[in-house]
T-cell receptor, first 115, second 112 residues
């Protein structure tokens, strides 16, 4: 499936590195999301963009910096991460974040390891 | 109380069995409900939305009980390919329609 794509699929980075995760959706949606999924924990919402505007920031540390240049693309810039930030980072999109009941579709995720 | 609570399982059932999962949610104002499935090391995929009147999609039936604040998923005639983690998802209206809250998931293994 190519509805929502993410790159890279795997990333290993040191605590002093700077890297970026990329997400692209081909579904014509207007809302995009970043989630974190750690082992044995439920998905945690990080950021929400609706029509390119950031509408939610769930108390995410500033070492994670999102960017949404248009409705189809979403980035997550990473710097000075900690080992506990190692997780699966999932991007999702939906038609419109303000509409209740609209389903979200996920990309395959980036498995991040911070050493 | 967790916002969305699921029995983590694991549920190990033989092929052809019927299995049911329940999920409870804490916010009575929640309006949207979904079941997602997540295969090992893969992303969650939407299985079905849950409507007030209940809905069915092939072997899968979802029910919503607003009075008791629980959602159920019934899988009939289990297949090996049904093995996955099933996530109960509820919208969080206290913030906005933008937030979905995911349960921790119920693990299902269908055995040959």
């Amino acid at each position: 499936e190519t509805g929502v794509t993410q790159t890279p699929r795997h990333l290993v980075m040191g605590m002093t590195n700077k890297k970026s995760l990329k997400c692209e959706q081909h579904l014509g949606h207007n809302a995009m999301y970043w989630y974190k999924q750690s082992a044995k924990k439920p998905l945690e919402l990080m950021f929400v963009y609706n029509f390119k505007e950031q509408t939610e920031n769930n108390s995410v540390p500033s070492r994670f910096s999102p960017e949404c240049p248009n409705s189809s693309h979403l980035f997550l810039h990473l710097h000075t991460l900690q080992p506990e930030d190692s997780a699966l980072y999932l991007c999702a999109s939906s038609q419109d974040a303000d509409r209740g009941g609209n389903e979200q579709y996920f990309g395959p995720g980036t498995r991040l390891t911070v050493t | 109380r967790k916002e969305v609570e699921q029995d983590p399982g694991p549920f190990n059932v033989p092929e052809g069995a019927t299995v049911a999962f329940n999920c409870t949610y804490s916010n009575s104002a929640s309006q949207s409900f979904f079941w997602y499935r997540q295969d090992c090391r893969k992303e969650p995929k939407l299985l079905m939305s849950v409507y007030s009147s209940g809905n069915e999609d092939g072997r899968f039936t979802a029910q919503l009980n607003r009075a008791s604040q629980y959602i159920s998923l019934l899988i009939r005639d289990s297949k090996l390919s049904d093995s996955a983690t099933y996530l109960c998802v509820v919208n969080n209206p206290s913030g906005s329609a933008r937030q979905l809250t995911f349960g921790s998931g119920t693990q299902l293994t269908v055995l040959p």
